[in-house]
Structure formats: C-alpha cells, structure tokens
C-alpha cells in the first residue's frame, strides 16, 4: 500500500511540474494556453535527440530540457502570443489549439511517430525496498529521483514567489494589472518571464516524464486533459493549489486502478467532477483575488 | 453580408473544386484506408511503405492494367474509415479496399465491402471475428488468437509454468488475447490466477504491476496494442519482477520490431509468440528487410510491414488470374486459396475462413550483433485461428 | 421602444439570400451526387455545431463535453434500430429523448464556476461515458462498435443506399427542421433573455431574469439536438463506436463554430462546410501531414482576424484590427 501511495505522490509531482507554468500563466494572462503539451513535448525531445544523438548524460540534458522551451516559449510569447491577450478566451483556444496541430505534425514529421524511448543512466534504475508485508515501501530510483526534483522546485517557486522581488511583482500583476503597471512595474517583462519559466518547466516535466508517461507527437493532446485538471482544481492563484491537487489526482488514479481496477479510469473524472461542483473555483482560491 | 455570401461562394467553390470526374477504364485502384495520424500512426506509415515497396519492385502494371493506390487517413476513426470507404467505392470506384488499422475500422467498412462486392484486404487488425463480418473480406495480417494460443501452449508444456497473471489492454483484441490465452493455458493443466485489464488510454501501467509483483506468479502474460509495449516493458523493469522471479510472456505486439532496439537490454529474455520477426532467417525476408529499409531510412519492417506486404501479393496475384475482368467476385474467389512464401514464412489464404494460416513462432529477445532482435527458437506450424478452427 | 422593438424585428427577419441558400442546400445531393456522402457528414456536424451555438453563443456556456449528448444520441438510436424497431424516425424521436433527458441531468452540473470550471467538468461528463460504452461491451459492442445495426427504409419507401442520397436528404431535412426551431427560440424574447444572460449575469439577475432555469431549459434543449445529430450519424452510417464521445469531437466541433462565429446559427453551418471541405481536400493531398495545415489556417485566422481574412484587401492595412 505505502508504494501505491509513494507512486502516486511520484506521479502527482510529475504532473505538477507540467502543468504548474499553466496554471500560473492561466491566473497572470488570463490566458488559456492549450499550447502548453506541446512546450512539454519539446523538452522531452531535446532530451531525446541530445542522448541519442549527442550522448549527452541524462542528468547533463535536463537544465537543457528547461532552457530549449524556455527560449522557445519566450520567443514566442514576444511574437505571437502577446497580441492575443486582449482578445476573447474562444480565440485564444482556438488559437492554442492551432500551434498544438501544427507542433504534433511537425515533430511527426521531423521524428517520426513511434514511441521514444529513454535510456537511464544505471544510477537511476533499479529499487530500494523497505520495511516488510503489507507496510512495505518499495521505491523505484527514478521514481525517487523525480519526486526529489519536483520537491526542489516547488520549494524554489514558492520561495520565488513570496519572498523574492519578481515573486511580489508577478503577484501584483496577477491581482491587478493595471494597477500594478501604474506603479511602475513592468508588467510586459513579469509576463515573458512568467511565460519562459512556465515553459521551460513544462519541457523538464516532459524530459522528466518520457520514462514514466512515454512520448510521441501526440503527447500534448493525450495529457492535455491531466494539465487542464490540475489547473481547474487547483485553481490559478497560488502554486500550492495546483500542487496539492497534482498530487490528489495522482493518488487517486494510481491507488483507484490497483484496487478497484474496473474502474480506475472513471475514478479522475468522476473525483474531478464531484471536487469542481463543490467548490467551482477550484479547491484553493486567494482570498480577495479578484478572479 | 458580404462575408456570409464569400463564405457560402467559397465553399461550394472548394465542393465543385473536389468534384474530380473519374475516367478509369483500364486502371485498377486500390483504396488504402490506413490511420496515418494519431495513436496508431506508426501502423499506418509501417503498411504504407510496405505497399509502395512491393510496387516499386512487381512494378505497376499488372493482367494488363495500370494499378493506382489511393491512401486516405481515418485517424482511427470507424465512421471516418467507414465514409472514406464508401467514397472510395462510390466516387473513385476502387477494386479493392485495403489497410484497417483496427478492429473497429474493418468492422464498420464491412458492409460496404458486402453492398458493393468489393473484396476487403485487412492487412493490420487482428480480433479473430473480423473474417466473419462479411463473406469479402480477406485477411493477410494475424489473428490475436493465434498468437495467445501459441503462447499458452508454449508456455504450459515447455516453459515450465503453472500460475499466470494476465494484464491486457481493455479492448476487443485485448479481451480476445485473455479469453484465449486462458482457455488453452487452462487445458494444459495451468491456472491463471487472475486477469487484469488495463483501460486504453492509460499512461501509468504502475499500479497495475504493482498489483502483479504482490500476487508473485510464474509469469506475467501481456497483451496490449503496438507501441504501448515499451511503456510495460519499462515498468516491469522498473518494479523489479524479473528480479523476483516473474518471467515476461506475451504475444510478439510487446516487442514490436519497431521498437524494439530501443528498449535496452532490460528486455533481453522475453519470450514472445507472434507470426513474424524482421530476424526472421530466409532469403525471401533478407530481402524484404533490406529493400525496405533501404527505401525507408533503416527503418525496421514489423509484422504490421509484412501484412502490408503480403496483402499487395495477394491483390496482384489476383488480378493477374482474372485480368481485371469479372469485377470483385472474381477477385475474391482468386484471392481465397493463395499459398505463397512471405517474408514471414510460408503462408496460405484458407478457402473457406478466408483467413491467413502461416507458422506462430516461438522467440526470445536476444543481442545480436549490438542490436536487438526476436530470435525464433521454436515453430508452431500452420497455425489457423483457434476462433474459427472449433 | 419602437427602435429597440424594430432592432428585434430586423434581426428575426428572413434574408433574401436564406431564400437562395436552403433551397439549393436541400438539392445539394442531387445537383452534386457523387458527394451526397460528405454532404451528408456536414449536415449532420452542422447541426451538432448549431445545438452548440444555441449554448454557447447565445447562453454563453463553454462546453468541451458537448459530445456526451451527440454520441448519447447516437448510441440510443443504433440500440433502438437494433433491439425495438429498425424504423429511422421513431428511432430518432427515441433519441432526442434520451440525451434531452440526459441533457436536463447534466445541467445541474455547468451551474457554477468559471469557464474552465465548465470546461473541465463538461468534458469529464463525455469521458465518463465513453469509459461508461467502452465498459458496457455487452450492451454497446465497446471498443470495436456497435454491430449488426441494419436500419430500416425512411418513411417506408427510402433505403438508405451506399450511394448516400436518402441518408444526405435526410440529414439536411432534420438539420433544417431545427434550424428553423433554433431560429424561432433565440430570436424569442426567451432568447433575448439568454443573449442578456451571456452579456451580463449580474444585470440579467438585478433585472429578474430566473438565471438557473433559463440555462437548465437552453442546456436541455442543446443537449437533445445535439442527440439528434448523433442519431443521423448512427442511422446514416448503421454504426456507432465510443469514438462518438471522445475529446477530439468536442474540441473539433468548438473549432469549427469558432472559425464560422458564435451567436449567429448561420456560423454553425458555414464553419461545418468550411472546416469539413478543407479537412477534406487538404487529408487527400498530404495524408499523413494534414494536421499542421489545418493549425496553421487556425492560428492566422486568429491572428489576422476572420473579418480580416474574408478581405484580402485589407491584409496589409495598419489599423483597426
């Protein structure tokens, strides 16, 4: 049971870090990016490419996993996303949905549209177990590995954002835009940063999960639906939200397919659809925010 | 205003654009409807360069006639394959229809093939109840049953195995592969302990595995589609079940060719029964193998290839017998009965199911020469579908 | 209050060029025989789009799970054909039955929340019951289909032949019937009411306007065309398989009400025959690549503006955008 649950919470964190830089870009631009997956996808082929190709270390490919859809996302925020914003929220989907297309068919076409697979540095396979029976805990080295990283990084943003000077400014800008530009921040700068680092989390979520969730062309598509339900339950306001609803959903569709596998498929939707018409803003909303 | 009358003259230029008249006299169209995007794309692009290869090299004029293949994209879609169909048949009336990457896909096409006499080449989907849908249709692919039975028969008498989990994905062929798997295994003296399914569209086979390690059995028999093997093949690693003791058994779609070199040497020992491995040693394979990675950048030809293969032999074949005269009747009754050496092994078309009968292969994944490859070990010969043969 | 009154009447009034377009719209299976089948998929996808319009356009409600009732429709109508009585029509009144019904349920659950809120929550409802098909194999042939499906001739006389035409005249019979409905309801001071619902929910709420059953009624009522497109595609193709509810369907069918615009019905239609042609004629050409096309053509329509794109002389105007 307790590898269930520690598989679930490496799950969990996984999808936090993909769909973290949605959420935050969601609450800040108001903006729906369905792009997202697609930032992911990225990631995990620079990976791929710069292993096979180049052989580079796992460990080394990983900064460059982040740096590469960073840049991407910073490029092309500047250029295409920035005149959407004003625009309504229909065509900002249908606008995000058009890239996400025309990213899986070029990826399809440049890399083809088997599975990639991923080979770990030795360090990284093989298991520990721990204690016996039914309170054994078995803990993949990857699983570990991933769960280690996510947990950095959260404590990073969560530093970031509340302690830092960026963090207050990005904050300002989510609660009030304009206000926050008539005190003098640059609010276009928070967005493109905002938007590169949402990114390049995606890309190292999608290096990250290439093990676990596997990759092909069809990746942001596929997990659109995961992203998309840990924004909406984890609400836009806060990085803790998301998080908390990352590793929720992740226990439960972990733990729902072990014990009750004729039904694991239904558990997410089903627990997603009970969470949302209880508390329609998602479970962790600010007080006084005014989305 | 203005712009709702565009858009109207716009479109019904587009309609009246797409409206080609069909001149065919002494052509012989093939329509191949293949998911060429999607979850199943690999198939679609594995049997499309198979096709294109057997006419780059039987060339294109064939009983007299100039043969055509026309490729059109369902996206694993049954209604879209089934629309595609009908167009194909109705606007560019093609003699035969080819391709179907998935059970659904050929089920629905089949009462098109039945109106319109059109023979149905099912070079990809494998569910054992596809011949039956109607009396056109043709299989050069496999069936699922083939491969569990072989399998299971294996397993019991000379793997040495008595319990057995089984862990499929939640669908028609998976369904099959447990039904069948557990029938032969259980006549041979063996139990399954239980039967797990998995639903399709899951990313984490974890949970699942985890479920397999606790119940400790003999063996672990997986099926699921053609690119999702990677994926519990890397689990399995990664939970440590080779380490206790639980051996890794399932149909050749776990090991997919095109895949396989990928997966690194966790995947050395796995033993496999399927109707073809691209290590498959014959002069006619070698030959298969290296034209097409040749036309193909090195890419590797699955079984998926060899159904694409094969299914062109058995629609030239056919057309050179009638010459392209007494339309899709005629073709048929020359496609039932064909026996031939394929790059699989030597295989026949049964007159009467209309179902493929070639050898099941026993293999294992071994390294050999830095890459890895399905070694056959063992030979089942002349296998028929278990679920027509009762 | 005659110029809010005369604003009203103008906009129910019939155009001219409707009088041109239904006309040859209905004889378009006949005038261009050899597509009655693709003629027949737009019509039924233009109806979908117009049952998705009649919420989202005019009620405001994003749903990416408009899918559940198509495919509710679809699966109703194909297990009626099979199992009660092969006749289209009662078959089909079966169906507007099941998903409106299906349709009033779920509207408890698009009460509250944000947009995403209703995104997510609409499509977990579809993939719910496409979970729900794919597990009922016993019921709905899960995953490879529903077999065996054989209709029987429409109105007695009308086989549904390979060639497509009674299956395209249906088609465009029944989608022009609840256009006309459709029609009626939103140009209704009940349709204004929603139009007002949309604008402002505050004001509509300060003004009296009963918020919750206004939405229940237009959900209802969306759900149960929507049934009815999906019965068409059962009927007409003798099929139904769990692909009816997936993803791709809704997010397909927001796109193509997009691209044609919300709020009027005519964008249901046009953006079906646009996004259906184009997906067409562009698959024949690259079947493999024929997805970055059509995200391309997504993403300069958005950014160009589709005012903008239907004058190509104003491309490279600066200005008003």
Same mark, same amino acid.
């Given at each position: ?10 799950? %969990? ?170 005190? #003098? ?107 | ?43 679609? =692009? ?54 179907? %990457?998935?059970?659904?896909? @050929? ?82 003296? &063996? ?9 399709? =569209? ?17 063996? +672990? ?6 690119? *999702?093997? @990677? ?35 966790? !995947?050395? #020992? ?34 998926? $290839? ?11 074949? @056919? ?8 339309? #899709?009747?005629?073709?048929? *009754? ?57 | ?63 990416? %799970?408009? $899918? ?9 109508? @194909? ?46 409802? !579809? ?13 709905? #042939? ?21 060639? &497509? ?56 009522? *969306? ?27 809704? $997010?397909?069918?927001?796109? +193509? ?60 105007? =600066? %200005?008003?955008?």
């Amino acid at each position: 049971m307790l590898t269930i649950l520690f598989d679930g919470v490496a799950y %969990g964190m996984l999808l936090f870090i993909l769909a973290v830089g949605l959420s935050v870009t969601m609450g800040l631009m108001n903006f729906i990016n369905l792009a997202h997956g697609a930032f992911a996808m990225v990631g995990g082929y620079t990976t791929i490419l710069l292993m096979q190709r180049l052989d580079l270390p796992f460990l080394f490919c990983l900064p460059l996993a982040f740096a590469l859809p960073a840049l991407l996302g910073a490029l092309l925020e500047v250029t295409l996303y920035r005149p959407m914003y004003k625009k309504p929220h229909l065509e900002q989907v249908l606008f995000s949905i058009g890239l996400t297309f025309m990213a899986v068919a070029a990826m399809d076409y440049f890399m083809g549209s088997t599975q990639q697979i991923i080979q770990l540095p030795d360090w990284l396979k093989g298991r520990t177990e721990v204690g016996q029976g039914a309170w054994t805990l078995g803990m993949g080295h990857y699983r570990l590995f991933i769960i280690l990283i996510c947990a950095a990084l959260t404590i990073g943003l969560q530093y970031i954002l509340s302690s830092t000077r960026f963090g207050s400014r990005l904050r300002a800008s989510v609660d009030d835009q304009r206000v926050a530009a008539g005190l #003098g921040i640059n609010v276009n700068l928070v967005f493109l940063s905002t938007f590169a680092v949402g990114s390049g989390l995606a890309g190292l979520g999608g290096a990250l999960g290439t093990e676990v969730l596997g990759l092909d062309p069809t990746f942001p598509l596929k997990f659109m639906i995961y992203f998309l339900i840990v924004v909406a339950v984890g609400g836009t306001s806060s990085i803790t939200g998301p998080l908390l609803a990352a590793l929720l959903l992740g226990i439960a569709d972990v733990a729902g397919k072990y014990y009750i596998p004729k039904f694991g498929a239904f558990i997410v939707y089903f627990l997603m659809i009970v969470i949302l018409m209880w508390r329609p803003q998602g479970l962790f909303v600010r007080k006084g925010s005014s989305r | 205003m203005q712009k709702r009358i565009f858009i109207s003259a716009a479109a019904l230029a587009l309609l009246a654009m797409s409206a080609t008249a069909t001149l065919a006299q002494d052509k012989f169209k093939i329509g191949l409807i293949l998911p060429m995007t999607g979850p199943q794309a690999t198939t679609g =692009r594995q049997i499309e360069a198979a096709a294109r290869l057997y006419m780059a090299q039987h060339g294109d004029m064939v009983g007299g006639k100039k043969v055509e293949l026309i490729v059109k994209d369902d996206t694993s879609a049954p209604d879209a394959t089934k629309r595609l169909a009908q167009e194909l048949v109705v606007n560019e009336k093609v003699n035969v229809l080819a391709g179907f %990457g998935i059970t659904p896909s @050929a089920l629905a096409t089949a009462p098109i093939a039945t109106q319109s006499k059109t023979p149905q080449v099912v070079m990809a989907a494998a569910t054992s109840s596809i011949t039956l849908a109607s009396p056109y249709i043709v299989r050069t692919s496999f069936t699922i049953p083939q491969a569990a039975v072989s399998v299971a028969d294996w397993a019991a008498a000379k793997g040495g195995m008595k319990k057995v989990v089984t862990l499929v994905s939640d669908y028609g062929p998976g369904i099959d592969a447990e039904k069948y798997f557990k029938e032969r295994f259980a006549l041979n003296g &063996g139990q399954v302990v239980d039967a797990l399914r998995v639903p399709m =569209r899951n990313p984490d086979f974890a949970p699942f595995l985890q479920k397999v390690r606790d119940i400790k059995p003999d063996a +672990l028999f997986v099926f699921v589609p053609s690119g *999702a093997g @990677a994926a519990v093949m890397k689990q399995f690693l990664e939970r440590g079940m080779d380490k206790a003791g639980i051996k890794l058994i399932g149909t050749g779609d776990i090991t997919d060719d095109d895949q396989l070199n990928d997966m690194g040497d966790g !995947a050395i #020992g796995v033993m496999t029964a399927h109707h073809y491995s691209t290590y498959h040693q014959s002069a006619a394979n070698k030959k298969f193998v290296d034209a097409f990675q040749k036309a193909n950048k090195g890419l590797r030809p699955n079984f998926m $290839a060899v159904g694409g293969y094969d299914g062109m032999r058995v629609i030239y074949e @056919a057309l050179k017998v009638t010459k392209g005269q007494g339309g #899709g009747d005629a073709l048929l *009754a020359a496609m039932k009965g064909q026996i031939f050496e394929s790059p699989r092994g030597p295989m026949f078309i049964d007159a009467q199911t209309r179902d493929v009968v070639h050898n099941m292969y026993l293999r294992k994944v071994e390294k050999k020469q830095g890459q890895l490859w399905n070694v056959e070990f063992d030979v089942l010969k002349d296998v028929k579908d278990p679920g027509k043969a009762k | 209050m005659s110029q809010a009154f005369k604003s009203l009447e103008r906009a129910r009034r019939w155009r001219v060029w409707e009088f041109v377009f239904w006309p040859l719209a209905l004889a378009s299976p006949w005038l261009l025989s050899g597509h009655a089948l693709i003629i027949n998929e737009i019509a039924i996808v233009a109806l979908f789009a117009v049952s998705l319009d009649l919420v989202l356009g005019y009620a405001g409600i994003v749903s990416l %799970g408009h $899918a559940a009732f198509f495919g509710m429709g679809a699966y109703s109508a @194909a297990l009626f054909a099979k199992l009660v009585m092969p006749d289209p029509l009662v078959g089909m009144i079966f169906a507007i039955l099941v998903s409106t019904l299906l349709g009033a349920v779920c509207s408890l659950t698009i009460m509250r929340g944000t947009d995403l809120t209703r995104l997510m929550v609409t499509l977990g409802v !579809a993939l719910i019951l496409m979970e729900l098909a794919n597990k009922l194999d016993w019921l709905t #042939g899960g995953a490879d289909g529903l077999q065996g499906v054989i209709m029987g001739p429409l109105l007695g006389r009308f086989e549904f032949d390979l060639y &497509g035409q009674t299956a395209a005249w249906y088609s465009l019979t029944v989608l022009l019937l609840f256009f006309l409905l459709s029609r009626r309801l939103v140009h209704s001071p009940f349709g204004a009411t929603l139009t007002a619902l949309r604008d402002n929910r505050l004001r509509s709420v300060a003004i009296g306007i009963p918020v919750t059953s206004r939405l229940v009624v237009i959900y209802t009522v *969306a759900a149960g065309v929507a049934g009815a497109a999906g019965a068409l595609l059962a009927q007409t193709t003798s099929f139904a398989s769990i692909d009816v509810f997936e993803l791709h369907r809704s $997010a397909d069918l927001m796109l +193509l009400l997009v691209i044609g615009g919300t709020g009027w019905l005519y964008g249901g239609v046009t953006g079906a025959v646009v996004f259906k042609l184009m997906q067409d004629w562009i698959a024949a050409i690259t079947p493999q690549y024929w997805t970055f096309w059509i995200g391309l053509f997504l993403v300069v329509l958005v950014l160009v503006g589709r005012d903008r794109l239907l004058r190509p002389w104003t491309w490279l105007q =600066r %200005g008003r955008p």
